[in-house]
């Protein structure tokens, strides 16, 4: 019975599943002459996949390239998914003001 459940689990949740959810940060990159240190747009999206691994909090860059698969491992494992609309958001302000 314990092997039957086990094939089933492995069936829904392949072994690229991930931990955590995704979130979205936005930075100042500390030179005072540039636009997001008076007030201006923050330099991003940067994504970064956070999760909780033996009571600690780990944190992983997620490069652009592997944002989308990174998203669908996370949501085979556990059905989370940071907000696309608010990704869609972001990556367009990125394109639109093009980091100096
Ligand atoms: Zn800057």
Redesign the pocket.
Known sequence: MASAMARESEFLFPKQHLPGSVHIEW?????PW????SG?Q??GPYFYRRWRENGRQKKQYVKLADLWRTLEAIKLKRFELPPMTAIKTSLDLAKRSP??
């Open positions: 930075k100042r990159c500390g030179r540039c636009h997001c240190a201006g923050l330099h980091d100096s």
